[in-house]
């Protein structure tokens, strides 16, 4: 285990990933912007804006959603995105870039957000073909978080009865069927990222995907 940082320490590894997003997203093209992501049915537009959202709330304005959407997610997360999308994606940018540092949340664990911040930032760059190197300590606290917590969607109960090894880092975790590959793979996984299967060898491989078609795959979704 590595220890959880501390919430000024998580809060700035979330505002590294949000900066180092909106730098990757300056030079998309509209054809990009229009590319469909890795979450769910969401463009790379519509991820942005849903991560904008999502530093937007806090915990009065997030309750005030769900009963003014009578606790369907989907419904708010809608509303939410359609709030932030922005008429043009340079108005959907600009809107991201003004809360790179914020630290305003939903009712989550701090590290619920550094989780939405990487899983969704992949999201975007995958697709798009862009790399980024992460501090491995950083995607083992992730791993360690999802391999632990059902907060905000099930990656623990898509890790349950499986063991996690990472093979690019310290990350080992759980007991059953082996699943072994590089922790930011593990990472999207447990997030229920389905390609991130393609990554990962073991017998335990088989059982994960089978979990990540019976689950949300939106790790932003609260």
Request: aromatic fraction near 4%.
């Amino acid at each position: 285990m590595t220890g959880r940082p501390s919430a000024s320490a998580a809060w700035a590894l979330i505002h590294a990933e949000r900066e180092a997003l909106a730098t990757d997203l300056a030079g998309l093209t509209e054809q990009q912007w229009a590319t469909r992501s890795l979450c769910d049915a969401f463009t790379v537009r519509e991820v942005v804006a849903h991560l904008t959202a999502g530093a937007s709330l806090g915990p009065v304005r997030w309750m005030a959603g769900v009963i003014r959407c009578r606790f369907d997610f989907d419904r708010m997360n809608a509303m939410r995105l359609a709030e932030h999308l922005g008429s043009t994606p340079a108005d959907t940018l600009a809107r991201f870039r003004r809360v790179v540092t914020s630290t305003t949340k939903a009712p989550v664990p701090v590290l619920a957000m550094l989780g939405e911040a990487v899983v969704h930032g992949e999201d975007i760059r995958q697709p798009l073909g862009i790399g980024r190197d992460r501090d491995i300590a950083t995607l083992t606290t992730l791993a360690e978080y999802y391999q632990g917590s059902d907060v905000p969607v099930a990656t623990k109960k898509r890790a349950d009865g499986l063991r996690l090894t990472a093979t690019d880092g310290p990350f080992a975790a759980g007991e059953g069927p082996l699943v072994s590959g590089t922790t930011m793979a593990l990472v999207m996984a447990m997030a229920g990222r389905a390609p991130s299967c393609d990554e990962l060898e073991g017998e335990g491989v088989a059982v994960l995907r089978e979990r990540q078609a019976g689950g949300p795959a939106d790790p932003g979704r609260r």
